[in-house]
């Protein structure tokens, strides 16, 4: 075995060489990893004995795509397209050997292999999309090349990983070989292509199935169409479909020069910086620097929830999906009967969509229990409370659940504002307790913010991460304050939202801003899908605010079919003359001279409040890092991926601006907007918060 370098070896066995790379965790195309392929694959053509290459990868993965880490830093070794020509231009056969996941650069090096083997479990993709990036080394090129237009668009625009079967079905993969027998498996693919003297395949001569796009643009524009929605405010996804374009229109050298233009345009963009932001962002959550990877967890076999409410059963839900059984307690038998109601109803409706058998729904249903008897939660190794949002209530419940349930199970609030230390103080096991914010509707939404009680045990908080994960959420620790990040936040931009509709523009106007910002609705037309009548009360009601006046005239939102806007039987929504003249009123009464209001006034108004708050958040460490912050909004609020969060958007825009524009705003409108000491610091010291460490 020859040395290449630090992550490469060279293996001759017979008339195969084998090159293996070895760069942990994912054999990301680094540097040294891309000198290793150049140099290996030049070294196994000086043998002359040698007639075919296998290309292998140890540890987990093969390649799983360029070295994040390295964008946007001075280039270093091999780049990556002298790594891709050596193998290509190859006078010999090389074969790319996969196993784990080949994504993006990694797919794209497999793909000017010669000839591609892999073991069932692997899995290809090009998920730069998902980076707001596309495939830069050739992949948008050679992808349709092998598998044709319609799958390579949705593959490059979707960024999924496809599965082995899949892949040897339409050609991206040529064997498949058996389990855990890749290295001989490939060998043996290698030696037959020698014996059969077969050609070396270039997939850049393949010409076939992208001359048969050709002069059809009607392909691009149905699939334009077809995912608009899906594609709404990202950059990349377009991008993506001209270079697939370019392959089908233009010769392949010019196809490259295509999409490296486009790559660079996507590289240097902003959308871009966010999304790869994300991606770090979204594995840094995990880590709790005073509680290791290493902290000793508590199994969790039997779950236990509290309330089969709204909340409740989306809870529940989340645990027999994961095969953990769950025992629902309510205090009425029609609520037990109407919740239970609604979770079979619920996976009916999956099931007639396609996504859970018959057998499946009723799976899920026998591992749930409902019952009237809290005492039925003894042996719960964890249990959720979802109750009324009340203090008493909860204490009361807290105060029960400690004389009836084991010593060492956690106890969780799903409160969404309540103090949960004073939730624990009706324990004598506060250690135990621990928030677990779920967000509605609990079933679907990501996020879970977990809120870190000033005794809650570093075994509890562990336990929650790993079980989040369990589950599919996205776990964000958070600390103790009302509304913990995630509402603390909202609080501010709904403060102004409610304000701007006073002052001069009109609900659609706040919405139109906030959706053309990227959110999937504004805060007016979510009112109204939420119902304006939660927590309102008809006897407290005095007309005291604009959603009050809305509910005494029984316009409270989509369910009745007007709230602030107007309603048809589609839900369509229009906006509504008749609030047009209640806030004209509703202001005149107020004594509230209006003005028109700038699109720009309405999102710093709705936006650097939330920066502000968030800058608040970080410096009483309510949160461990300024991106747990993005992940809240990201997961639990629709904040669009591609501007990275509200943190990132503050660093984007620049910390001085938003701190100018928040003092220009405390001396027109007051306190409210009182810069907080941390946005101060950062932006005097010409920092973002994410140099913060
Ligand atoms: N570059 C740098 N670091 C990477 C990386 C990459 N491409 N992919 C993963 N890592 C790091 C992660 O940050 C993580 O580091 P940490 O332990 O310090 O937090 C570590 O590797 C392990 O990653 P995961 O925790 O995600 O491990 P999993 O086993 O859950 O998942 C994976 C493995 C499926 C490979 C997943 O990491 C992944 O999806 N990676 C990104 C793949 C990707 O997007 N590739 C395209 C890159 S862009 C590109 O190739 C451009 C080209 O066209 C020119
Ligand atoms: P809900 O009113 O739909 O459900 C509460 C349920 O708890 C009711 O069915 C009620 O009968 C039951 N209940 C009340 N006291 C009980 C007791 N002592 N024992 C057993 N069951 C009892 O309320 P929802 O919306 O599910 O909220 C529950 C909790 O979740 C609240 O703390 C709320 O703040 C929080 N939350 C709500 C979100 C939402 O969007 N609805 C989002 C995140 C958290």
Partial sequence: MTVINEVATLAVEGEVAVLTLNSP??????????????????????NTAVKAVVLICEGKTFIAGADISEFGKPPKGTSLFDALNAIEGAS?????????????????????????????????????????????????QRLPRIVGVEKALEMVTSGEHVGAAACAEMGLVDALVDEGKLRDGAIAFARKIVAEKRPLKRVRDMNEKVEAARGKPEIFAAFRKANAKRFRGFQAPESNIKCIEAAVNLPFDE?????????????????????????????????????????????????????????????????????????????????????????????????????????????????????????????????????????????????????????GAILATNTSYLNVDEIASATKRPESVIGWHFFSPANVMQLL??????????????????????????????????????????????REAQKLILEGAMPWDVDRVLYDFGFPMGPFAM???AGLDIGWSKEKSSSSTMREILCEMDRRGQKTGAGFYDYDAERNAKPSPVVEKLILEFAAKKGVNR??????????????????????????????????????????????????????????????????????????????????KLLEKLAGEGRRFQDLK
Wanted: with cysteine; hydrophobic share 45%.
């Fill in 25 to 46: 965790p994912v054999n990301a195309l680094s540097a040294p990893v891309r000198d290793g392929l150049a140099l290996g694959v030049k070294q196994a053509m000086a």
């Fill in 255 to 407: 196809g490259l020069k295509a999409e490296r233009k486009l790559f660079m345009e996507l590289m240097t963009g902003t959308q871009s910086a966010a999304q790869r932001y994300v991606f770090f962002a979204e594995r840094a959550v995990w880590k709790v620097p005073d509680v290791p990877e290493d902290t000793q967890t508590i199994p969790i076999a039997k779950v236990g929830v509290i309330g089969a409410g709204t909340m409740g059963g989306g809870i529940a839900m989340n645990f027999l999906n994961a095969g953990i059984p769950v025992t629902i307690v309510e205090t009425k038998q029609d609520a037990l009967d109407r919740g239970l109601a609604t979770i079979r109803k619920n996976y009916e409706n999956t099931a007639k969509r396609g996504r859970l058998t018959a057998a499946d729904v009723e799976k899920r249903m026998g591992m749930l229990k409902g019952t009237l008897a809290l005492e039925e939660l003894a042996d719960r190794d964890l249990v959720i409370e979802a109750v009324f949002e009340n203090m008493d209530i909860k204490k009361e419940v807290f105060g029960k659940l400690d004389r009836i349930v084991k010593q």
């Fill in 595 to 676: 003005r028109t209001i700038s699109d720009d006034e309405i999102l710093e108004r709705c936006v650097y409040p939330m920066i502000n708050e968030g800058a608040k958040i970080l410096e009483e460490g309510k949160a461990i890092r300024s991106s747990d912050i993005d992940i809240v909004w990201i997961n639990g609020y629709g904040w669009p991926v591609y501007r990275g969060g509200p943190m990132f958007y503050g660093d984007t825009i620049g910390l001085d601006k938003v701190l100018a524009k928040m003092k220009q705003f405390e001396g027109q409108m007051g306190a409210e907007f009182a810069p907080s």
């Fill in 92 to 140: 010999i056969p090389v074969v790319a050997a996969i196993h784990g996941t080949a994504l993006g650069g990694g797919l794209e090096v497999a793909l000017t292999c010669h000839y591609r083997v892999a073991v069932p479990s692997a899995k290809c993709g090009l998920p730069e999309v998902k980076l707001g990036l596309l495939p830069g080394a050739g992949g948008t």
């Fill in 449 to 494: 913010e977990l809120v870190r009680g000033e005794k809650s045990s570093k075994p509890v908080i562990a336990t929650s991460m790993q079980m989040a994960r369990k589950i599919g959420k996205i776990a964000a620790l958070v600390g103790v304050c009302p509304g913990f990040v995630g509402n603390r936040m909202l609080a501010q931009r709904q």
């Fill in 527 to 529: 009112s109204d899908l």
